[in-house]
């Protein structure tokens, strides 16, 4: 299901003049290199970590909230259920977003120098978010009766709330302002994932060097604080019987990734290998592959929103088309995902998994036989609703131009077309040249 409006607006983002970004499940940059694709994938990266709850402790410190004055003044009101409430304004809320942005990508790129204004537009918000505390009696999960809980409530959320027993902190005026994100705009997952370019470098390194990377670049930073959640978070196999669990498939690598003492191994499915493999000993597109290996085995894939930097690095054509496929899985289970791509093979699997839904909501029949003839994984489909694609160019000024393309019918490519069909048909022409010139030779 596409998310409900969420309008990003930029003006001299990096080399990005102007353009205008609409929140997706699934969002797609193309185009040539260094013309702002990574940028715009990182800011909507960053408008996800918001709304998921990544930044909305910076916002609510931003806002000066005193939650031990607030206590205080809690605790010292003469009635016991009295409600005690602030509230913050959505207009604030909104030039944070802005102005947080842009020291995000700053952070992110290791860039302090990087400008822009950025504007981000959430439809339907109220004026006010509107936080209540309230002291009362609560039940325990055997009936017992636990004196003065706190209940902290958002009053847009028809007063969903968060118990305490302690001390009232800031972190549950965040979960709470996250939670109502993520149902006023339809938001399924509940975590962000950043898969930075190179990132199979980094997934190699021991742990004493990667934390070193900690200081550097803010991407790989990011990176490798995620590698770290997932790879604590608990797992969610389905279990068939008390003997054996049932791990999802992972078409991508041809094994299963393990976790050792915080390090990553890779046992292969076939061959003479009677041992796991360290990670740095395994192909390049194994380890770039590896933290979404361990979303699926986990099954928490469908938790996240994934900005996947060119998932066709590393690849065979053949695994390109199967990268595509991963991606429609994770889709279909509620993850949200932001790609940059130079694939043509990739963005014709894409294109045919669209347009696969649709034959399927014209003629199921046709549909379910054109599968079988041609070995397409059934159910396996990608709503064009849920889909927003944007081609990024220069123009003659050195600007670059951002164009949101039509999905109906997939994502339209022309200029990969342009860029293949010149040296195929100057190779067709050499072939001509050197078999005339042989052809004389021999007469």
């Known amino acids: ?75 010292s009101l003469p009635t016991e259920n009295k409600d005690y409430f602030f509230r913050c304004s959505a207009s604030d809320f909104k030039k944070w977003v802005g102005k947080r942005a842009i020291e995000y990508m700053q952070t992110t790129l290791g860039n302090s120098d990087f400008k822009g204004k950025v504007d981000v537009n959430f439809v339907g918000l109220p004026d006010f978010f509107t936080f209540e505390l309230r002291k009362q009696n609560a039940l325990t999960e055997d009936s017992q009766v636990i004196n003065k809980v706190f209940r902290i409530s958002l009053k847009e959320l028809d007063s969903f709330g968060v118990y305490l027993e302690h001390d009232v902190s800031i972190y549950p005026f965040a979960f709470l302002l996250s939670r109502y994100f993520r149902i006023v705009l339809n938001l399924h997952p509940t975590d962000t994932f950043f898969l930075p370019p190179s990132r199979g470098a980094v997934v190699a390194l021991p742990d004493t060097v990667r934390y070193t990377l900690m200081e550097g670049v803010g991407m790989y930073k990011e990176f490798i604080e995620d590698m770290s959640y997932l790879k604590n978070r608990v797992e969610r196999f389905v279990v068939s019987d008390t003997s054996k669990k049932r791990k999802p498939n992972f078409p991508l690598i041809d094994g299963v990734i393990s976790i050792k003492d915080n390090e990553l191994f890779f046992a292969p499915s076939s061959g003479k290998e009677s041992a796991p493999l360290p990670i740095s000993a395994v192909a390049s597109s194994i380890k770039e592959l590896a933290p979404l290996a361990i979303m699926m085995q986990k099954s928490v894939l469908g938790r996240y929103s994934i900005l996947f930097e060119e998932p066709e690095a590393h690849l065979h054509p053949e695994l390109q088309i199967k990268a595509a496929d991963v991606l429609a899985q994770g889709l279909l289970s509620g993850a949200h995902i932001q790609i940059t791509t130079h694939s043509d093979y990739l963005l014709r699997r894409l294109n045919d998994l669209m347009r696969l839904y649709i034959l399927r909501e014209y003629n199921v029949k046709k549909y379910e036989s054109f599968c079988r003839k041609y070995n397409y994984p059934k159910d396996l489909v990608i709503n064009p609703n849920m889909v927003s694609a944007y081609f990024v160019s220069k123009n003659e000024d050195g600007f670059s131009v951002v164009e949101q393309q039509d999905v109906r019918n997939g994502v339209p490519f022309d200029t990969f077309d342009t860029v293949t069909d010149k040296p195929f048909y100057s190779s067709s022409i050499l072939y001509e040249l050197i078999d005339t010139i042989r052809s004389d030779e021999n007469n």
């Open 1 to 75: 299901m596409d998310v409900k409006d969420v309008i990003i607006k930029v003006q001299d983002f990096g080399p990005v003049k102007e353009a205008q970004i609409r929140l997706n499940s699934f969002v797609i940059f193309s185009g040539a290199s260094s013309v702002g694709k990574s940028y715009l994938a990182m800011l909507v990266h960053f408008v996800y970590r918001v709304l998921l709850g990544g930044e909305l402790i910076d916002f609510l410190q931003s806002q000066k909230i005193n939650v031990e004055e607030l206590y205080k003044q809690f605790e």
